[in-house]
Each structure stands twice: as structure tokens, then as C-alpha cells.
T-cell receptor
Framework: ETGVTQSPTHLIKTRGQQVTLRCSSQ?????VSWYQQALGQGPQFIFQ???????GRGNFPPRFSGLQFPNYSSELNVNALELDDSALYLC????????????FGQGTRLTVV | QKEVEQDPGPLSVPEGAIVSLNCTYS??????FMWYRQYSRKGPELLMY??SSGNKEDGRFTAQVDKSSKYISLFIRDSQPSDSATYLC????????????WGLGTSLGVNP
């Protein structure tokens, strides 16, 4: 098991609602990346946070937003949920610029109905 | 065309078989090549990590990178039922902001 923990593990939301997912990074890691993994697909990069600021963003609309806190933990917020947002959301922690050595959490399974 | 292509399978082999998994890619800027294993309902777990071309071996696992062909492989020797999982390749550029670009993943089943 990695030291990266995500909460909640499962979540069901209604279309149009808002959701917040949480991630605690591995001890010593200062960078958090978020990925969306739809069923049968590889993870898609949403964004990365370093020093409490966004450090790179994938092709996701502004209703996907995030935060990083001084203890390096992070949140992913999604507004105006759509059915296609149903996916496994993965958090990965690493040292800065060492994405290739990131550790992943178990993910949050979000279902939008 | 996707930057990284990976056959999703599924692939089914008998216990003890040698398994060959592979990915192709189109972006010659990729320098880092990773293989992850993902069990059902879990996050990906890093198996192998290679920089640039060449081979890397770790126990029953061997990763190969052929940058001239833009082709990477993962070999699993003496496969075990516990190897049954989805195997994802991922790649990134060198330099800043090395976001990972992933394949679809190949579903592998090893039958006892």
C-alpha cells in the first residue's frame, strides 16, 4: 500500500451537483496530480499542484478546479456535474518534477446519475 | 491518432507462460517510459521505469524500450494467477511538467 489516501472511496451524485474529493499525499512529497480514469480507459491528466499553485493542466473545463494546502494535501472540486464525469478519480503524489516516480491512491469512484 | 496506443485485450494465458505486453507511441519527445499494474478497484502501482532506450529487468519482469521504432514492451516470465490485472504503459517528456500520457491498459488473466 502507498501512503497516498483518498476520500471518499465511492460517491454517487446527481447531475448538476457539485463534488469535492480529497487526497493526502505521501509523507515527504510536495506535488499532487489528479487524473480521471473512465471505465476501460487509461488515466487522463486533469491538473497538478505544487506549492499550493496549479502547475500544469490537461484538457478539462474550468468547472474542474483544485486546491493544495500547506501540508501538501489536495482537493479536487467539480461543479455542475455531468453524466460523463462518472469515473475513477486518482490522486498521485510525488516530489516536484518527479512525476515518473509518483505514488497513486486507491481512487474515488464517482457515479453521476 | 492517440499519442500512446495499447491493445486493451483481454489477454488470457496459462500459469507459467511468458507474457508480452506492448505499447506504441507517436511523440519522439518522450524520454521516460513506465509500466503500471492496476488491480480491480485499486490505483495504479508502478512496476518498471526506464529512461530512454534499453532494457531493464526486475525479477520476473523485463521492460524494453526501442525509441527508433517508438515501441515499448513488458515481459512477464513464469506468470502467476496473482499477475492477473490491467497493465498500463505511461510516458512523459523530459524537462518541466512531465505529465504522464497513458495507454488504455491491457487486461491480463493468468489461469491456474
Amino acid at each position: 500500500e502507498t501512503g497516498v489516501t483518498q476520500s471518499p472511496t465511492h460517491l454517487i451524485k446527481t447531475r448538476g451537483q457539485q463534488v469535492t474529493l480529497r487526497c493526502s499525499s505521501q509523507s515527504g512529497h510536495n506535488t499532487v496530480s489528479w487524473y480521471q480514469q473512465a471505465l476501460g480507459q487509461g488515466p487522463q491528466f486533469i491538473f497538478q499542484y505544487y506549492r499550493e499553485e496549479e502547475n500544469g493542466r490537461g484538457n478539462f473545463p474550468p468547472r474542474f478546479s483544485g486546491l493544495q494546502f500547506p501540508n501538501y494535501s489536495s482537493e479536487l472540486n467539480v461543479n455542475a456535474l455531468e453524466l460523463d464525469d462518472s469515473a475513477l478519480y486518482l490522486c498521485a503524489s510525488s516530489l516536484f518534477n518527479r512525476d515518473t516516480e509518483a505514488f497513486f491512491g486507491q481512487g474515488t469512484r464517482l457515479t453521476v446519475v | 491518432q492517440k499519442e500512446v496506443e495499447q491493445d486493451p485485450g483481454p489477454l488470457s494465458v496459462p500459469e507459467g507462460a511468458i507474457v508480452s505486453l506492448n505499447c506504441t507511441y507517436s511523440n519522439s519527445a518522450f524520454q521516460y517510459f513506465m509500466w503500471y499494474r492496476q488491480y480491480s478497484r485499486k490505483g495504479p502501482e508502478l512496476l518498471m521505469y526506464t529512461y530512454s532506450s534499453g532494457n531493464k529487468e526486475d525479477g520476473r519482469f523485463t521492460a524494453q524500450v526501442d525509441k527508433s521504432s517508438k515501441y515499448i514492451s513488458l515481459f512477464i516470465r513464469d506468470s502467476q494467477p496473482s499477475d492477473s490485472a490491467t497493465y498500463l504503459c505511461a510516458m512523459s517528456r523530459a524537462g518541466n511538467n512531465r505529465k504522464l500520457i497513458w495507454g488504455l491498459g491491457t487486461s491480463l488473466g493468468v489461469n491456474p
